[in-house]
């Protein structure tokens, strides 16, 4: 079978990996790493490329580069092999090749993705706990913050936008590079270097897609499998692990109806499209919990000075190109009131990565975060995206015109080639903050560093409502087009507005619908939560009334326990059979003999089966409550 070609997209950054053959080691001492070096210098002067970053670690090494052409590439890689491995092999005494098949390559968007791929290369030395006094000597790390000079090293354009002067430049890379990389983008990263993809924005990777006619994107490996849950247990199950969270940190649970008085939707459920009631024009389903939440603040006003609130259900919205159709989703949203600080939203930003670690997707979600300022900063931002985009309406579509007349920042997230050249030009967030923003910014990414919560900060994120200060999503792009999982942010004007009297308010909604996707893609032994603790089996008809006494018996012994009887009077093997398959752990056979005196006992766990007394067996059972989980369905975790 002839091998795949490598994508290849003229000007886009790659990133290189090579592996030692067997995990062996490639580099033994410092001769070894300046012998490649040398290498590379000289592969430098003979082949058109520009190197960004290198790091060279004693089993691999990494390369992030913009070659000229395909074979500019290709060229490099063999040069390494012709030239590097033969005095390896010579040195030490060995021959064959050093390298573990082919090279891994990923192609990088620029404006999304390349100094976090950068940053994923200049900190793997960091990573193995090297000595402070070494310094990172093999690595691109020194040059990039403004350590070291290095001839090879090229930046690249997003580097330079960092600031105006190598020094500012320096000075914010080596400020990025210290927040942690989350590990979502490492997977990712890893994903799309093992297989050869393209690490971007889901809009981009669809355009070149349809450029080259042929998949870019990384896919999810093996085929589908088919496992049958239990749809009710899961739900049960994931919504105990956001209440046990939330009870951790004093959120309080709250009931929102269902209904909503008409006229109240502009301010927050536009987006959602809410819809009204079959022949009721003054009612309305509601799309999100944040109005309900704010007409409670309404009726009780000693809400008003700080509180902390959470609520869940379903919500509403009309389905798009599907004319009246409303679909139904689930949704738990997180609300503070009264809180002015920044402090409310690390902590429910710390909260959100705490609940992703607990359902064990922190190597699968991804935290963006942008700030909008003050809403009469962001109005000026506006204002000069309109004033940028005016010579150019005339080539504008009708939805254009919408946006730029409504929200112009959509425009710097579309995807149209048109629209993707101009947002390299247009004004930015950034430059419209003022200093109070600044750090107000500056002070919750400093606090997530510390904290260990892994961010990106997005440019290109801006809210579908009117937040201000902090705006921020989760994703997921294995999920596609349901990769957001959560969304949120500071909103004091709109919630000002809405109760008619100043309030600081902040809050967030988790999608439960694509969280409890991705958690049957990710790990589906979360999912087989065990419902049934002992399944009691007559061995004859007969006995079944002992059986019955006996269920009775050990619920009221046993209140955390479930307990089942089974009445299907199958063959006892049979019966045992389908105990095991429904999960039960202990499985007791009755005989029929007036008394349960002398029952037959399998325990799951241990695999044994003992034959023993009424009194034996409550003995077993009550020795096993000390492993079973304080409360059912939710699963006990360290946080932080």
């Known amino acids: 079978m002839s091998r795949t070609s490598r994508v290849y997209v003229q000007g886009l950054p790659q990133l290189i990996q090579l592996k030692g053959h067997n995990n062996d080691i490639v580099f033994n001492d410092e001769d070894d790493y300046l012998t490649f070096l040398n290498c590379l210098r000289r592969a430098g002067e003979i082949f058109d490329f520009a190197l960004h970053a290198f790091t060279l670690l004693p089993h691999q090494l990494m ?160 085929r589908p499998r088919k496992y049958f849950h239990n749809q009710v247990t899961d739900w049960v199950w994931l919504e105990n692990q956001a209440a046990c969270l939330l009870s951790r940190y004093c959120y309080q649970e709250v009931r929102l109806p269902l209904l909503e008085s008409e006229g109240n939707e502009a301010v927050f459920t536009a987006q959602n499209m809410t819809s009204l009631l079959t022949g009721n024009r003054s009612a309305l389903l509601r799309g999100e919990g944040t109005m309900g939440c704010l007409q409670m603040l309404t009726q009780h006003p000693h809400l008003q000075s700080t509180s902390k609130l959470w609520y869940q259900g379903a919500m509403f919205r009309s389905a798009e190109n599907k004319g009246e159709h409303i679909e139904q989703y689930q949704q738990l949203g997180v609300e503070a009131f009264g809180y002015a600080a920044v402090d409310i939203e690390v902590e429910q930003l710390v ?128 999920l ?24 600081q308010a902040c809050g967030f909604a988790l999608m439960l619908d694509p969280i409890m996707r991705l958690v049957r893609l990710t790990d589906k032994h979360l999912l087989k939560q065990q419902v049934t603790d002992v399944v009691i089996i007559p061995d004859s008809p007969a006995a079944s009334t002992e059986a019955l006494n006996l269920g009775r018996s050990l619920r009221k012994t046993f209140p955390q326990m479930s307990i089942a009887n089974d009445f299907s009077h199958m063959r006892v093997n049979a019966c045992v059979r389908n105990a ?44 096993s409550l000390n492993s079973l989980p304080v409360s059912r369905g939710v699963k006990n975790e360290p946080y932080g």
């Not at 942690?180 to 890893?190: A, F, V, Y």
């Not at 949120?488 to 809405?498: F, H, K």
């Not at 037959?600 to 059972?621: M, P």
């Open 63 to 222: 390369l992030l580069l913009t070659p000229q052409t395909k074979e500019d590439l290709s060229r490099l890689v063999q040069h390494i092999g012709r030239s590097y491995v033969p005095c390896f092999n010579q040195k030490y005494h060995r021959s064959g090749s050093l390298w573990e098949g082919r090279y891994n390559s990923s192609l990088i968007e620029p404006e999304a993705y390349l100094l976090i791929a950068q940053k994923f290369v200049d900190t793997r030395l960091r990573e193995r706990e090297y000595v402070e006094g070494e310094r990172l000597p093999w690595s691109s790390y020194r040059h990039n913050i403004g350590e070291q000079q290095l001839q090879m090293i090229t930046p690249h354009e997003q580097y330079f936008r960092l600031g105006n002067t190598p020094e500012e430049r320096a000075r914010q890379y080596a400020r990025f590079i210290q927040s942690p990389l989350s590990p979502s983008i490492e997977k990712r990263l890893q994903d799309c270097l093992n297989q050869n993809r393209l690490l971007g924005t889901p809009q981009y990777c669809q355009r070149l897609e349809r450029q080259l006619h042929r998949p870019v994107q990384p896919r999810q490996a093996g």
């Open 351 to 478: 909260l959100q990565y705490d609940f992703f670690r607990s359902l064990g997707l922190q190597e699968n979600v991804e935290l963006k975060i942008n700030s909008t300022g003050t809403p009469q900063e962001f109005a000026a931002f506006r204002a000069a995206l309109c004033a940028f985009y005016q010579p150019f309406t005339g080539l504008f579509e009708s939805q254009w015109l919408d946006c730029l007349a409504i929200q112009p920042e959509k425009l710097l997230c579309s995807g149209h080639p048109l629209l993707a050249k101009l947002r390299s030009l247009a004004p930015e967030i950034s430059d419209y903050l003022g200093t109070d923003s600044r750090q107000r910014f500056d002070f919750l990414l400093a606090s997530l560093t510390k904290a260990h919560v892994p961010f990106v900060v997005d440019r290109w994120l801006y809210p579908p409502h009117a937040y201000c200060h902090t705006y921020f999503e989760w994703h997921c792009e294995a």
């Open 480 to 503: 596609m087009e349901h990769r957001l999982l959560c969304r949120g942010g500071r909103y004091d004007d709109c919630a000002s507005t809405v109760i008619e009297a100043p309030i």
């Open 580 to 623: 095991r398959r429904q999960g039960g752990r202990f499985i007791i056979v009755v005989p029929h003999g007036g008394t349960a005196t002398d029952v037959a006992i399998y325990d799951r766990d241990s695999g044994k089966e003992q034959r023993v007394n009424l009194a034996k067996a409550i003995s077993i059972l009550g020795h």
